[in-house]
């Protein structure tokens, strides 16, 4: 195997590299967290917990009522061959798309909820244990 050239080799002491390092500060690990900080205690509303869920769900109850409203005009209207077989073959495919979001959104409630009392228990027992060192 033949060395790299020294053009493609990164100096240590560059400020590109020096960027790449990550910071080990509490106030770092904070921000750059993806899930929700243990420290903030400010409460969130109903609304802001289960927003997400219910916009997945109202979303696919409509493709869904979309794809049996194209699925009924398939079958009730006459119109040329073509235009059926299309129809035909589009609505069932939003049928099932609704229903596939509808059911994800319907999963995702109780996870939801799993989390919050996962998150209420957690925050009990950081109270009774720093209650309990800082005596």
Known sequence: MEPLPKALEVDERSPESKDLLPSQTASSLCISSR???????TPRSNWEIY?????IIS??????????????????LDLGE???????MVGPAFLSLGL???VCGL???????KKQKQRQ?????QNLKSFFLNR
Do not use: D, H, Q
Request: proline residues 4%; hydrophobic residues 55%; positive net charge.
């Open 35 to 41: 899930s929700e900080s243990v420290w903030t205690t």
């Open 51 to 55: 927003r997400k869920p219910i916009i």
């Open 107 to 113: 999963v995702w409630v109780p996870i939801i909820k």
């Open 82 to 88: 073509k235009s059926r077989n299309i129809l035909k």
């Open 100 to 102: 596939m979001m509808m």
């Open 59 to 76: 979303v696919g109850g409509a493709i869904l009522l979309f794809g049996v409203v194209i699925t009924c005009l398939a079958y009730v």
């Open 121 to 125: 228990k957690s925050v009990f027992f």
